[in-house]
């Protein structure tokens, strides 16, 4: 399971089934057909691969069959529930879920869908101006104008403390928002500077903003109000399949494909069969459980396409009061015990990642991203001598191969979905290397849909691994870092890093708040809250013949461009 893409709500987390957990900053981590078939250089940040084609090459008609492994525990994106991953991806065909586009080189620009221009037009005091498209409408008949736009600004805030917001950062840094000369035009003026200020403007309908109670639980079992080039036809709960069909109101170009199906499939393996069976018409393919299935496939009806996106996959420890791992020395000794390149190549081995790929060293930045640098230093280097000292220097002592203090083990337990491949690869590695500096790992899968729902956002675990999904804003994560941000699982954080977060997300000149996010990363790594492991390719394995759609990168997809090349079988099946 995974978080959703990085959006104006924060980092998007992703649970690792098939993949790796993503985050909201980058949703609780991709312009042309850069495809490779592993084993050469990096893939370049502004390179995805998505089979891209004009309209006029498409044909109408078709179904598009699509997999993921964790049904929505709640359909409202704002939600800190709804924030993530699998819910977003179909979501996004439904739901003005970004206002602003991002194509593959991260460069943001306003959604034309939804938006006519998104603006700063004054830099001291920093104040936006967005004017909507005219003649959109909400499926319940509202129309979409200034108030979808504040209702966003007034909810996000944080000062509503009733609504289950996934993340109030750069709202907070709002004063006010005004109607401006008409109703579909608006003015944010800010307290404060904020670099990512586009990535704030988002649309939500009245009925979902009335009350903290339709916020919070009037989405859980389906999305009441839509806007987007596809409608919901049919969602099955029972069955976890969400059946999408064009939406006949929607205004700009109409869809291509007759139906889009998600169907939720918890087993990797079940889903990589279901594609060898013609099935599934894509799958995300980040694990060798899958790949190996499909990879035959490769160049006889279906193409590999990959891309470097902004998501990457982690090890969240709970520095929580009163839980073991509380203690910021042994979460040090934790980030010396375990070995990343193990760690990586146990799930990773067989799989077309570049050659040499190297750990993650930066918390904030991909390896192939403009200002990425290595701050890892002692705590990224694998030494299980030097993570026994720390424990000693602690005032732990080793009794029967057991690290104690007043007589008390360490005792840990490390939660992940039940299914992830990914984790199924990644425990017995980290429990072996934990008992080798004396710590006990008990571990618990627990059923994907509940993983973040009931046990990482509440804090019932010590340790867990999943991916953080990112975007073009790098200030969108500003909530897993901040001591009391929503997005904070792990509870560790302090001021000296809150403040330079704060510094980093109104700071405009480039190179500064660069050199600010890598002051970050290493205090990020000093507090030991996150281990780091790699970052996770978009590795797609999908039928020849679907065009627009794949290995996204930093790209956001378009619902009305995805479909079929002219003449193509699938048109007509």
């Known amino acids: 399971m995974r978080l959703t893409r990085r959006s104006m709500l924060g980092a998007t987390a992703l649970t690792v089934s098939m993949t790796a957990l993503a985050a909201c900053s980058q949703d609780p981590g991709n312009s042309g057909d850069g495809a490779s078939d592993g084993g050469g250089d990096q893939i370049a940040a502004d390179q995805n691969d998505i089979n891209a084609m004009k309209r006029d090459e498409l044909g109408e008609g078709g179904v598009l069959r699509l997999a993921n492994n964790a049904f929505p525990a709640n359909w409202n994106p704002f939600h800190t529930d709804g924030n993530e991953a699998n819910t977003s991806d179909m979501l996004r065909a439904i739901f003005p879920l970004e206002v602003w586009h991002s194509d593959a080189a991260g460069e943001v620009t306003a959604n034309p869908h939804y938006a006519k221009r998104i603006e700063l037009t004054s830099e001291d005091p920093q104040v936006v101006e967005v004017e909507l498209n005219e003649g959109m409408t909400w499926s319940d008949g509202t129309p979409i104008n200034y108030t979808s736009l504040e209702n966003v600004f007034t909810i996000m805030d944080g000062s509503k403390p009733e609504y289950g917001i996934a993340s109030s950062e750069g709202y907070d840094k709002v004063e006010k928002i005004e109607q401006g ?27 979902l903003a009335e009350s903290a109670d339709a916020f919070n639980t009037g989405w859980l079992e389906e999305p009441k109000v839509t806007a987007g080039p596809y409608k919901v036809g049919k969602i099955d709960a029972a069955n976890k399949t969400v059946l999408l069909e064009p939406d006949e109101n929607w205004w700009t170009d109409k869809a291509l494909l007759e139906q889009v199906l998600f169907t939720t499939i918890e087993d990797p393996a079940a889903t990589a069969t279901s594609f060898q069976n013609g099935q599934l018409d894509v799958i995300e393919t980040t694990v ?73 060293n930066n918390h904030l930045l991909m390896t192939n991203q403009e200002g990425y640098q290595d701050n890892a230093g002692d705590f990224g280097t694998y030494d299980p001598d030097a993570a026994k000292k720390l ?37 017995p590695v980290v429990q072996e ?125 378009d619902w009305t461009k995805i479909g079929y090349v002219a003449g193509s079988d699938k048109l007509s099946s």
């Open 181 to 207: 000369e008409n109703d579909l035009t608006a003015v944010i003026t800010f307290k404060e500077k904020y670099a990512d200020w586009i990535g704030l403007v988002a649309l939500m309908p009245d009925s």
């Open 288 to 360: 060798p459980a899958t790949y190996s299935v499909v990879e035959p496939m490769i160049g006889s009806g279906a193409t590999l396409r990959m891309a470097a996106g902004p998501d990457w996959t982690h090890i969240t420890l709970n520095g929580a009061e009163g839980r073991p791992l509380a203690d910021q020395a042994v979460r040090q000794a934790i980030h010396r015990a375990i070995d990343r390149e193990e760690v990586f190549l146990a799930v990773n081995a067989t799989m077309p990642y570049p050659e040499n790929t190297e750990p993650l």
């Open 391 to 427: 424990l000693e220097d602690a005032g732990y002592a080793f009794e029967n191969d057991l690290a104690t203090k007043d007589g008390e083990p360490i005792e840990i337990t490390y939660v992940y979905n039940d299914g992830s491949k990914t984790n199924e690869a990644v425990v």
């Open 433 to 557: 290397q934990l008992a080798a500096i004396g710590i006990t790992m008990k571990v618990q899968k627990v059923p994907p849909t509940d993983l973040f729902a009931k046990y990482v956002i509440p804090g019932e675990f010590d340790l867990t691994l999943f991916g953080w999904v990112g975007n073009p804003f790098l200030s969108s994560g500003d909530a897993i870092w901040k001591s009391d941000g929503e997005q904070n699982f792990g509870k560790v954080g302090n001021a000296e890093t809150d403040d330079l977060v704060d510094q980093a997300s109104v700071e405009t000149d480039p190179a500064k708040r660069l050199d600010l996010i890598n002051q970050i990363d290493a205090n990020l790594w000093e507090l030991a809250g996150t281990i780091p492991l790699w970052q996770s390719y978009d590795f797609f394995v999908q039928h020849d013949d679907l065009a627009n759609f794949g290995a996204f990168g930093f790209e956001n997809p």
